[in-house]
């Protein structure tokens, strides 16, 4: 079960993503608890998530012949999640640089509070006909804002 933020006021980018979400029983592993490929679906999940809900849909980026694809993922596991518990993850972006976002995210579970995940995904902006970076064009640009280091800390608390 996945459940997004609601929309932001017309004109304005969603700068902080709240992506909620039950892992499956199918996402256990034997060690009884939510398996390390699970949180990097997610991580992809939200981002795109977040990504369509400030008007970018991915049929909206092939139109223009644009992609967004993953260099690396790293992830900090803090406490072990279980099938069923609901969870949040928050996602935002941390940095552009010319071809290049970097975006973070924090897995919380909402029942207690307690962050389960952090995370970090540098993406690279590409052409999609020609597989070739390019640098991230003004107008994909203007719809995300970067979330400044400090207030970062500050997201998903209650």
Sequence with gaps: MTESSPPPPPG???RIYCHRFSFPPTAEDINEHV?????VRMLQESAIA????NGWH??????????WVVR?????YLQPCMAGEPVAV????HTFKKIRSIRRYRFIRESDGVVLAEAETDWIFLDFVRGRPVAIPAEVLAAYAVVPEEEEKTIGNA
């Design 12 to 14: 304005s980018p969603a």
């Design 35 to 39: 398996n390390n490929v699970e949180y």
């Design 50 to 53: 977040h990504t369509h809900h």
């Design 58 to 67: 991915t049929e909206k980026l092939r139109e223009h012949g644009w992609t």
């Design 72 to 76: 690396s993922h790293q992830i900090e």
């Design 90 to 93: 928050y996602t935002w972006v």
